[in-house]
């Protein structure tokens, strides 16, 4: 199975959240610019066409609305997916992973470390970005350990 590492949206738009729901997400834009298709800050965000197509290759996978201030209709979700254990994957000095094994058909997770998070693709959903034309958005091939099918 390969593997790539998912590397965030980090200019444009930059956004605060207002309120902590568990329910909803409101955020307020505190630089305008271009809205993410995926960013990190100010939590784990994905636009309405990446979230479809996340649904696509996870249905069960949980959602939360983000709108922005003033606007009527979620234009960001937040997520959360399945962790795989830091112990089963290698970092760079940067904390960033730079291997991981695979974890079963997931075909997006994430790894923890004392550093930072990374979110890790499959090559199916890697394949599926790049072919929709996902802006600010790269995608960055990563080691696979071992071969078995674990998780």
Not at 125 to 132: D, G, K, N, T
């Amino acid at each position: 199975m390969e593997y790539f590492l998912m590397k965030p949206f980090t200019g444009g738009c930059r956004l605060k959240i207002m309120n902590h729901d568990k329910d909803i997400l409101i955020c307020a834009v505190t630089k305008k610019g271009e809205l993410p298709d995926f960013t990190l800050r100010p939590c784990p965000l994905v636009s309405n066409r990446f979230k479809e197509l996340l649904e696509q290759y996870m249905p069960s996978m949980d959602f939360i609305p983000c709108v922005i201030e003033g606007e009527g209709s979620a234009v960001l979700w937040s997520f959360l997916p399945a962790v795989q254990e830091a112990s089963r994957a290698r970092f760079r000095p940067d904390g960033t992973v730079s291997a991981v094994q695979p974890f079963g058909l997931r075909p997006l997770f994430l790894v923890e470390n004392y550093k930072r998070v990374s979110y890790v693709v499959n090559l199916a959903l890697a394949e599926s970005l790049l072919r929709r034309g996902f802006v600010n958005l790269e995608l960055e091939r990563i080691e696979t350990i071992g071969g078995g099918e674990n998780g």
